[in-house]
């Protein structure tokens, strides 16, 4: 494996800010993944939208999702992975949203109240998940997988 480096986060910050101004669509961006510390030389910037409406209809979505890929450019060689964040996947939105860094906001209080909302589900839904989790993880060892 070769060297890690380190993304200039204010400068993915400005970029990623200036092409969002275009998109009123989009209430916050966060920046995750592993761009945040030392990455490889090929990662790619992963960039978690956190949109207005979540009641846009899916073609919608893929539409506005293909225009905002479509207007980012790669930055110092590295691509970026434009992610919309689903409120029907709490356990990877609270992920992003814990340990990623919100780089963008157009609407706070729409940010803070998918925060909220996504904390609410994550906590109801976190311990199911770890406990079926728990089950698979006995079954591969019980059967010598």
């Known amino acids: 494996m070769g060297a890690l480096i380190h993304i200039d986060q204010e400068c993915v910050r400005e970029q990623v800010a200036d092409i969002l101004k275009e998109f009123p669509q ?3 961006a ?3 993944g592993s761009c945040l510390g030392g990455c490889r030389p090929d990662s790619d910037i992963d960039i978690g939208l ?3 409406n979540v009641d846009i209809s899916e073609r919608e979505q ?3 999702e293909a225009s905002i890929r479509n207007s ?3 930055f110092d060689s590295h691509t970026y992975d434009i ?3 689903e409120l029907n996947n709490p356990i990877f939105y609270y992920k992003v949203i814990k340990e990623g860094r919100l780089i963008y ?3 706070i209080d729409r940010v803070t109240d998918v925060m909220e909302i996504v904390s609410r589900r994550y906590a109801d839904l976190y311990p199911r998940y770890r406990r079926a989790l728990q ?3 006995d079954e591969v060892i019980a059967n010598g997988y």
């Open 26 to 28: 989009v209430a916050g």
């Open 30 to 32: 966060y920046l995750f």
């Open 50 to 52: 956190v949109l207005e």
């Open 62 to 64: 893929a539409q506005l």
């Open 72 to 74: 980012f450019h790669s």
């Open 83 to 85: 992610v919309l964040l």
């Open 105 to 107: 906001v157009r609407n």
């Open 135 to 137: 089950e698979i993880i």
